[in-house]
């Protein structure tokens, strides 16, 4: 039994932008100029994908698509402070000189991607999986760089030890060829009517094509679940393993490997006209301390430690 689909999509993107730029005199007297910057492009994806179900209850998939993609506003834009990451963050469009950033936005390209994803899956019988992999080579891939520079309100961009103290670090929108790889790997058997153990595993290998690693990227993971289901309660207990990430990029720190142990407890019911979920969740059993390598503060925000979560969700 075979299945195949296409699909292709068209979009055009524009940006437009005035742009005012100071450009310092002498003591304080500024000459600023305004810069009108248009931005346009029309991206195109393509994509073809097929599943065979070489016999009952298993499954080959395989799917090829490049797609077109232009930059998003603050990825070419960007100019100041994100508070949420209390980083200082530059756009494509810039570059910096002599501690000042300029607006060019001249040399802007697409970024172009050619992915293949391949699954098997076998979804019959006490025993399951779905296994995936991917690869994906990406023409002028958007990344956020670290420059290793600070901004200081009276110096501009300048070196971390030159900076205040409270200095932000200076994080740089940039266009290059990368490639992406990696698996996901899902396992289910069921032990009883009421009992399942489930297993789970992901990694992604991302770099740029001179070898470099792409910056915060995630740790690959693994882990396990017991769950048990009788009429309307569902249980479970899961333990995750991440893995230490020292696959990184310049400016990067290590992040160590942790495990987390998870209870959790749903009660299904039915009230009037819709229905809900009351569950009660404990996190982090074990009261680990975990960092998560993708987030621009992980050393300032671990992951909680052990905690309690009571709730009810309803579905209208």
Same mark, same amino acid.
């Given at each position: 039994?075979?299945?195949?689909?296409?699909?292709?999509?068209?979009?055009?993107?524009?940006?437009?932008?005035?742009?005012?730029?100071?450009?310092?005199?002498?003591?304080?007297?500024?000459?600023?100029?305004?810069?009108?910057?248009?931005?346009?492009?029309?991206?195109?994806?393509?994509?073809?994908?097929?599943?065979?179900?070489?016999?009952?209850?298993?499954?080959? !998939?395989?799917?090829?698509?490049?797609?077109?993609?232009?930059?998003?506003?603050?990825?070419?834009?960007?100019?100041?402070?994100? @508070?949420?990451?209390?980083?200082?963050?530059?756009?494509? =469009?810039?570059?910096?000189?002599?501690?000042?950033?300029?607006?060019?936005?001249?040399?802007?390209?697409?970024?172009?991607?050619?992915?293949?994803?391949?699954?098997?899956?076998?979804?019959?019988?006490?025993? =399951?999986?779905?296994?995936?992999?991917?690869?994906?080579?990406?023409?002028?891939?958007?990344?956020?760089?670290?420059?290793?520079?600070?901004?200081?309100?009276?110096?501009?961009?300048?070196?971390?030890?030159?900076?205040?103290?409270?200095?932000?670090?200076?994080?740089?929108?940039?266009? !290059? +060829?990368?490639?992406?790889?990696?698996?996901?790997?899902?396992?289910?058997?069921?032990?009883?009517?009421?009992?399942? @153990?489930?297993?789970?595993?992901?990694?992604?290998?991302?770099?740029?094509?001179?070898?470099?690693?792409?910056?915060?990227?995630?740790?690959?993971?693994?882990?396990?679940?017991?769950?048990?289901?009788?009429?309307?309660?569902?249980?479970?207990?899961?333990?995750?393993?991440?893995?230490?990430?020292?696959?990184?990029?310049?400016?990067?720190?290590?992040?160590? =490997?942790?495990?987390?142990?998870?209870?959790?407890?749903?009660?299904?019911?039915?009230?009037?006209?819709? +229905?809900?979920?009351?569950?009660?969740?404990?996190?982090?059993?074990?009261?680990?301390?975990?960092?998560?390598?993708?987030?621009?503060?992980?050393?300032?925000?671990?992951?909680?430690?052990?905690?309690?979560?009571?709730? @009810?969700?309803?579905?209208?």
């Amino acid at each position: 039994d075979y299945k195949l689909a296409s699909d292709i999509t068209t979009q055009h993107h524009e940006h437009e932008h005035e742009h005012e730029e100071d450009e310092h005199l002498h003591d304080d007297v500024y000459d600023i100029e305004t810069l009108h910057y248009e931005y346009n492009d029309t991206n195109t994806s393509l994509s073809l994908g097929g599943i065979w179900q070489y016999q009952d209850g298993h499954s080959l !998939a395989l799917s090829v698509s490049q797609s077109e993609r232009a930059p998003l506003t603050a990825e070419l834009l960007s100019n100041g402070v994100h @508070i949420a990451t209390g980083t200082y963050e530059l756009g494509l =469009g810039y570059h910096i000189e002599e501690g000042e950033a300029h607006f060019e936005g001249n040399d802007i390209k697409q970024e172009t991607a050619t992915n293949v994803d391949f699954s098997w899956r076998k979804y019959i019988g006490d025993f =399951g999986f779905n296994l995936s992999v991917f690869y994906n080579d990406v023409e002028n891939f958007y990344y956020q760089e670290n420059t290793g520079l600070v901004f200081d309100h009276d110096n501009g961009f300048v070196a971390q030890e030159l900076g205040e103290e409270e200095a932000m670090a200076v994080y740089h929108y940039q266009s !290059a +060829d990368a490639e992406l790889y990696g698996f996901e790997l899902d396992l289910h058997y069921a032990i009883s009517q009421n009992w399942e @153990i489930k297993g789970f595993a992901d990694n992604v290998t991302a770099k740029l094509k001179n070898g470099d690693y792409l910056p915060r990227i995630p740790a690959a993971k693994v882990g396990s679940q017991l769950s048990y289901t009788r009429g309307e309660w569902d249980l479970a207990v899961v333990a995750t393993h991440y893995l230490e990430q020292d696959d990184i990029a310049a400016y990067e720190t290590t992040t160590d =490997g942790y495990t987390l142990v998870d209870f959790k407890v749903n009660y299904n019911f039915t009230a009037g006209s819709f +229905d809900g979920v009351a569950y009660l969740q404990a996190q982090n059993l074990g009261d680990e301390l975990g960092f998560v390598h993708s987030s621009f503060i992980k050393d300032q925000a671990p992951l909680p430690g052990r905690n309690l979560r009571l709730g @009810i969700r309803a579905y209208f």
